[in-house]
T-cell receptor, first 112, second 109 residues
Framework: EAQVTQNPRYLITVTGKKLTVTCSQN?????MSWYRQDPGLGLRQIYY???????DKGDVPEGYKVSRKEKRNFPLILESPSPNQTSLYFC???????????FGPGTRLTVL | RKEVEQDPGPFNVPEGATVAFNCTYS??????FFWYRQDCRKEPKLLMS???SGNEDGRFTAQLNRASQYISLLIRDSKLSDSATYLC??????????FGTGTRLQVFP
């Protein structure tokens, strides 16, 4: 089954404790991206990757890191999480930005 | 000014009604346009792409007006199952995607 998976789905953590949210796709997509969704602000792009070893900042990259060592995986890293990073996070993949984006089920993160 | 703007709604309409949403974008060089549907805090899913000539998929019609820089979505014969948030998506360059904040639709019996 073609899909984008994210783990964990839910996470409660404390300020400053490094965490990684994994994202994996099995559709051989080149383009992958991370979004956060907050009430009243919609989905905002954090980082995106056009292909392996090619990543770039989206609109809200501060406090986040990503890597793209393999085509299928695009982990999101929070080195020192803060409460303002409490949000719903989505990973997405596609063949290109101009094509259908396939989203993962979301990760609900709470930083205390 | 936001890059992509939508009326947040909610639009409350009875079953069978026709409803239309607009979405304005600020970058005249924007290349691709889409409507996504999102059910309560679930992942967004593509509803339809928007082409310059306009396109229709069953009860849904999407149109693009480049001169006025907006896209529209028309839903005819609304069903209860159409209740959701509709997200407008624009690619202002070839690599980034900008989402609108969404328009909430509630269809009642």
């Amino acid at each position: 089954e073609a899909q984008v998976t994210q783990n964990p789905r839910y996470l409660i953590t404390v300020t400053g404790k490094k965490l990684t949210v994994t994202c994996s796709q099995n559709m051989n997509h080149e383009y992958m991206s991370w979004y956060r969704q907050d009430p009243g602000l919609g989905l905002r792009q954090i980082y995106y990757s056009m292909n392996v070893e090619v990543t770039d900042k989206g609109d809200v990259p501060e406090g986040y890191k990503v890597s793209r060592k393999e085509k299928r995986n695009f982990p999101l890293i929070l080195e020192s999480p803060s409460p303002n990073q409490t949000s719903l996070y989505f990973c997405a993949s596609s063949f290109s930005p101009g094509r259908t984006q396939y989203f993962g089920p979301g990760t609900r993160l709470t930083v205390l | 000014r936001k890059e992509v703007e939508q009326d947040p709604g909610p639009f409350n309409v009875p079953e069978g009604a026709t409803v239309a949403f607009n979405c304005t974008y600020s970058n005249s060089a924007s290349q691709s346009f889409f409507w996504y549907r999102q059910d309560c805090r679930k992942e967004p899913k593509l509803l339809m792409s928007v082409y310059s000539s306009g396109n229709e998929d069953g009860r849904f019609t999407a149109q693009l007006n480049r001169a006025s820089q907006y896209i529209s979505l028309l839903i005819r014969d609304s069903k209860l199952s159409d209740s959701a948030t509709y997200l407008c998506v624009v690619t202002p360059r070839g690599d980034k995607l900008i989402f609108g904040t969404g328009t909430r639709l509630q269809v009642f019996p």
